[in-house]
């Protein structure tokens, strides 16, 4: 936990001593590196068999909580658009 917590606060250390710089190629630095992480991390679920015998019910749960996830935001978004006085409909 704490060694997150130090590579996070050494991050942000970096980019307040850096935002002075032209950072142009940082994006795709940052992008290659996530790809990287996503090929390391589907390696380590591949080789872990108790997450391959129960894929089936794992992929069932994942599907039921972004369904879930993607209609609470919806409805959340719907709400505070009608909330905060968004464009009213004119009925022809």
Do not use: P
């Not at 001593?17 to 940082?26: G, P, S, T």
């Not at 794992?58 to 609470?72: K, P, R, W, Y």
């Amino acid at each position: 936990m704490f060694t997150i917590i130090g590579l996070m606060l050494t991050g942000m250390l970096a980019g307040y001593l850096l935002r002075k710089r032209n950072l142009a190629r940082i994006q795709s630095v940052i992008t290659g590196l996530i790809w990287l992480l996503l090929f390391f991390l589907g390696v380590e679920v591949g080789s872990n068999e108790a997450i391959i015998r129960g894929l089936h019910t794992i992929g069932l749960e994942a599907v039921v909580l972004t369904l879930g996830g993607t209609l609470g935001s919806v409805v959340a978004a719907w709400a505070l658009w009608k909330t905060l006085g968004g464009k009213k409909e004119e009925k022809a």
